[in-house]
């Protein structure tokens, strides 16, 4: 079956523009991720949902990052007033559920790169 | 502070030789470990787990090995092959608690024909 899907694969943007990153996860998959990996760094959490519960942002680094996820499925993670710092990978994975030992299924990502 | 600490940021070793790969944590709730593997321009795929129940999982030639009183596991790949050349990421959750795995910065292993 379809594994989980990220576009654009790249993106190129100039500082101070807003960029949309998209996901489609694993078809039935409840629990959605987002990820984002910085040159030389592992995977720093943004944020997740699970179900229809209030996701948890705990991860996100200002509140120039926001996300959301429509009908339970495709979620989009926006990027205002992008800055030089928030170039890096954005990865979404997604899993059966919350539990410790689901295994996430990751997309290929997107890489983010801001002039 | 970094909770999951991958120490080698790259590893070299011959085809048929035995990879071993560290992973040190130092949250002592973690009671999940998971191994991934990522391939450039892919994101990563998911290798093998342990729980804290168990000190060994092996699935082929993969077996992770967890210490839970020295807070360390590692994955031991026998024999190695070349298309196991790739980026190695430990992470570590707590089952109950946060939901959100903890990875380390991985390790990138080579393996040589």
């Known amino acids: 079956g379809a594994g989980v899907s990220q576009s654009p694969s790249n993106k190129v943007t100039e500082k101070g523009k807003d960029v949309e990153l998209r996901c489609d996860p694993i078809s039935g998959h409840t629990a959605l991720y987002w990820y984002r990996q910085s040159l030389g760094q592992g995977l720093e959490f943004l944020i997740y949902f699970q179900g229809n519960s209030a996701p948890d942002k705990s991860g996100l680094p200002s509140d120039r990052f926001s996300a959301e996820r429509t009908g339970g499925s495709v979620s989009t993670l926006t990027i205002q007033r992008t800055q030089q710092e928030d170039s890096a990978v954005y990865l979404c994975a997604s899993s059966p559920g919350l539990a410790a030992y689901n295994e996430q299924f990751f997309g290929p990502g997107t890489r983010l790169t801001v002039l | 502070d970094q909770q999951v600490k991958q120490n080698s940021p790259s590893l070299s070793v011959q085809e048929g030789r035995i990879s071993i790969l560290n992973c040190d944590y130092t949250?002592?709730?973690?009671?999940?470990f998971l191994w991934y593997k990522k391939y450039p321009a892919e994101g990563p795929t998911f290798l093998i787990s342990i729980s804290s129940i168990k000190d060994k999982n092996e699935d082929g030639r993969f077996t992770v090995f967890l210490n839970k009183s020295a807070k360390h596991l590692s994955l031991h790949i026998v024999p190695s092959q070349p298309g196991d050349s790739a980026v190695y990421f430990c992470a570590a959750s707590e089952d109950g608690g946060s939901y959100i795995p903890t990875f380390g910065r991985g390790t990138s292993l080579i393996v040589h024909p």
């Open positions: 949250n002592s709730m973690f009671d999940y």
